[in-house]
C-alpha cells in the first residue's frame, strides 16, 4: 500500500519560504508522477506542480501553475524517496494546506486531482504578518 506523508508547513511571513516533504513508502517514488496540491477554506483542491516518472517518455518533465512559477521548485531525492517542495517569496495567497499525491498507474506529470489516487494527509501553510 502506497503511503505518502508531508511535512515542513508552518506560519511564515509574506516574502518567507517554506520547503516542504513529501515522504513514500511502500512503493519507489521515482517510478511514478508526483503532483503537488493545495486546498485553501472555501476553495477546490488546485494542482500547483508536479513532475514525471524517470521511466517516462517525458522523464524530469516538471509543471507549475502561474500562480507558484517563478517562486516554487519541485524537486526529488531518490535516495531518501523524497519529493521537496521549495516556495520562496510566500504571498498571503499562498495559504492553504499542501498535499502530495501519486498514482500507481500515472508516470507522466499532471495537476489534475483526478490523475491521482493515494494522498498524504496534508500539511498546514499559513502566510501572514
Known amino acids: 500500500q502506497a503511503q505518502l506523508v508531508e511535512s515542513g508547513g508552518g506560519l511564515v511571513q509574506p516574502g518567507g519560504s517554506l520547503r516542504l516533504s513529501c515522504v513514500a513508502s511502500?512503493?519507489?517514488?521515482?517510478?511514478?508522477?508526483i503532483g503537488w496540491f493545495r486546498q485553501a477554506p472555501g476553495k477546490e483542491r488546485e494542482g500547483i506542480s508536479c513532475i514525471s516518472s524517470h521511466i517516462s517518455g517525458s522523464a524530469g518533465r516538471i509543471e507549475y501553475v502561474d500562480s507558484v512559477k517563478g517562486r516554487f521548485t519541485i524537486s526529488r531525492d531518490n535516495a531518501k524517496n523524497t519529493v521537496y517542495l521549495q516556495m520562496n517569496s510566500l504571498k498571503a495567497e499562498d495559504t492553504a494546506v499542501y498535499y502530495c499525491?501519486?498514482?500507481?498507474?500515472?508516470?507522466?506529470?499532471?495537476?489534475?486531482?483526478?490523475?491521482?489516487?493515494?494522498w498524504g494527509q496534508g500539511t498546514q501553510v499559513t502566510v501572514s504578518s
Open positions: 511502500g512503493f519507489t517514488l521515482d517510478y511514478y508522477a
Open positions: 499525491a501519486t498514482s500507481e498507474i500515472l508516470i507522466d506529470c499532471s495537476t489534475l486531482r483526478e490523475d491521482y489516487e493515494y
